[in-house]
């Protein structure tokens, strides 16, 4: 509400129209109208029969009347004092807000220079108030978040009115050292209407705590727990970000797949303490052996994985992979042992071995694989050969566990004959595997394939049964005729083989002398306690033991004596020496068929194709004898035909 008096001779006269108004305290105006004393005044003024409270104001102008005369103007404002008193509370409430938010506050000019902060900001980042004011806000800020706050200013300018970012502010300790810590930093346009430009609100939370916390769970997350190695998912990421990068780049990226010789046994022999002190150690030498920015990471168990971007030729790639070979067959401390492990490389290279992630990686596995097959502590380089055959490989597990699903594997039986009257006095089951379309797989066609899968202690336990079921049957014609079956090193270091045949000892005991157990030579050279523990539960049932291949490894007396061997099979190598006409090779076969009937044990001699060989086994009294001469293997379905040619009945 405006009010104008206007005064030509005196003041008195024009009062009227203002003091008409005036509810009260009319002398108080009038004076303080002729005095000026305050700049403004409370009143209460009649409006349309109610009356209001106003906060009153007034200036005096000199002016000219339409006379000519000089005149004074009495301007006055009538501010309603509820409005006054409402904008003072919502000023007072928003400045208490201002200085008791428990979030830092400070604003910026449109040159980014602090104009003023509130006490949070003060408590937050240690920094006193006058070191602040009128400076740039860059000195709050490390360099990388700093150039990360100028990227969200310019967001601003872009009719944006508020952006957010997680930055790192730089705090000053009671002792004068500088700490960082983490805030998310929101960010508001406001306008200074006094000066008519842009200012900036800043608003910090501190999340340096949460910031811990994520990169706590993200480490578990991407870290190996037992060796601080990168773990598989974190190989995952950052291969991928290598992958693109040498792509983009046109470089190499060169895998190494390491994988521990022997691991197992330190675990079997010592516990999985020692196991997981040396996986420690490795780790240790492996990243000693790669640049800082080179992936090293754990797979699992005892594989490693380390991989390479780069523009070298192979020689560095193989210099890098005898200096790995090199370290990691260096002597350990595990606790109070000293253990040599080595290891086995297969390295693989993009683009030259394989253009995609995945084949990469296989590629290296696989050329880790011929690694361990070259003897262990090697390293070996991708070969498309090999994966082909590798790869036939797994088709024909498939094949032999789809069998072993359908009951498609069985045995074979090959008979075994007096090499002086030709009588038959026993059989030797060999396993056979039929395919979907009943092609009938010999044992060199697939036995390679799974000789250490699981799959071999299934096939083993098929074989057993289905050859106790036809001892049992012929039993029942009257036909008491041993039969004998093939337990490899894997099969041997089983507790499922052996204790089928604790079962049959105990379920079968009349079967026990008829089921006859091969072990192969060099089985007995490797040592191993669990497969020397195993065998002596198997000749504690009573089975008898039968030692397969003799001569072809490490032909041993002590051997044949340590395991109580009923019976040695003379290798096929020394049977086919005797078509040859050279006497020292008949000479050696003489000795070692000597030496086996000293010791009083019987005798086989396998793989006997013609008359000449049987006319050479009888004249040394050989025994007995075994093969194509006599009969190639055929399936049970035969059995009772070939008995009955011999008539073997009890």
Request: aromatic content about 10%; overall charge negative.
């Amino acid at each position: 509400m405006f009010g104008r008096a206007l005064k030509k001779s005196s003041f008195a006269n024009k009062n009227i129209v203002l003091t008409s108004l005036i509810n009260s305290n009319l002398s108080f105006f009038i004076d303080w109208i002729n005095n000026q004393k305050q700049e403004y005044i409370e009143l209460k003024l009649n409006c349309s029969g109610t009356v209001k409270h106003f906060v009153a104001n007034f200036r005096v102008v000199n002016d000219i009347d339409a006379q000519g005369e000089d005149v004074k103007l009495f301007n006055f404002c009538f501010f309603p004092l509820d409005c006054y008193h409402s904008l003072n509370k919502d000023f007072n409430l928003y400045r208490s807000v201002y200085m008791h938010s428990t979030h830092a506050i400070y604003i910026t000019d449109s040159n980014q220079n602090v104009v003023s902060a509130n006490p949070s900001f003060i408590h937050l980042l240690s920094c006193p108030l006058n070191n602040v004011l009128g400076k740039h806000d860059g000195m709050l800020y490390t360099t990388d978040s700093n150039n990360q706050l100028r990227i969200l200013l310019a967001a601003l300018d872009n009719e944006r009115d508020d952006v957010s970012d997680r930055l790192e502010c730089i705090k000053h300790s009671v002792n004068g050292e500088i700490q960082t810590i983490w805030c998310n930093v929101n960010i508001n346009v406001i306008y200074d209407e006094d000066k008519q430009e842009k200012q900036f609100l800043h608003i910090l939370e501190d999340v340096t705590q949460q910031v811990y916390i994520e990169k706590t769970l993200s480490k578990a997350a991407y870290t190996d727990s037992l060796t601080g190695l990168s773990n598989r998912m974190c190989f995952n990421d950052r291969f991928t970000e290598m992958y693109d990068s040498a792509q983009r780049l046109g470089e190499k990226l060169c895998v190494f797949y390491i994988d521990l010789d022997r691991f197992k046994f330190l675990n079997d022999e010592y516990g999985h303490d020692y196991g997981d002190l040396l996986l420690k150690h490795v780790s240790e030498r492996l990243v000693g052996c790669f640049k800082r920015h080179d992936l090293v990471a754990r797979l699992g168990g005892d594989e490693f994985i380390a991989v390479i971007q780069s523009d070298e030729e192979m020689d560095c790639f193989e210099k890098i992979a005898l200096r790995l070979i090199k370290e990691l067959s260096q002597a350990y401390l595990l606790h109070d042992l000293y253990y040599t492990c080595t290891c086995s490389i297969g390295i693989s290279i993009y683009p030259d071995d394989a253009i995609d992630q995945e084949s990469l990686l296989k590629a290296a596995d696989s050329a880790m694989y011929i690694a361990k097959q070259n003897g262990r502590n090697k390293f070996a380089f991708f070969d498309l050969n090999h994966k082909k055959y590798k790869d036939s490989q797994l088709q024909i597990i498939k094949v032999v566990e789809s069998a072993l699903t359908d009951n498609r594997v069985i045995p074979y039986f090959q008979p075994i004959h007096d090499v002086n009257n030709g009588d038959l006095v026993s059989f030797e089951a060999l396993a056979r595997c039929c395919t979907m379309d009943n092609t009938v797989l010999p044992p060199g066609e697939f036995m390679t394939a799974i000789e250490q899968d699981v799959l071999l202690i299934d096939l083993g336990v098929a074989i057993i049964k289905q050859v106790v079921t036809q001892l049992r049957m012929l039993a029942t014609h009257g036909v008491m005729i041993p039969i004998s079956i093939n337990l490899s090193s894997y099969q041997l270091r089983s507790d499922v083989i052996i204790k089928q045949l604790e079962a049959i000892s105990s379920t079968h005991p009349s079967l026990v002398p008829l089921l006859k157990i091969e072990i192969t030579e060099t089985l007995i050279f490797e040592n191993n306690q669990k497969v020397i523990e195993n065998i002596s539960r198997i000749v504690q049932c009573g089975f008898r033991l039968l030692l397969d291949d003799f001569g072809t490894g490490y032909s041993s007396i002590y051997s044949l004596k340590k395991f109580k061997f009923e019976t040695v099979k003379i290798d096929k190598t020394f049977i086919d020496d005797i078509n040859s006409n050279n006497l020292e090779d008949q000479t050696l076969l003489n000795a070692i068929i000597s030496m086996v009937k000293n010791l009083k044990l019987n005798i086989i001699c396998e793989g006997v194709e013609n008359a000449n060989q049987v006319a050479f086994l009888r004249d040394n009294q050989c025994g007995y004898v075994q093969g194509y001469y006599y009969s190639k293997p055929f399936s049970k379905a035969k059995m009772h035909e070939y008995i009955k040619k011999y008539k073997v009945y009890v």
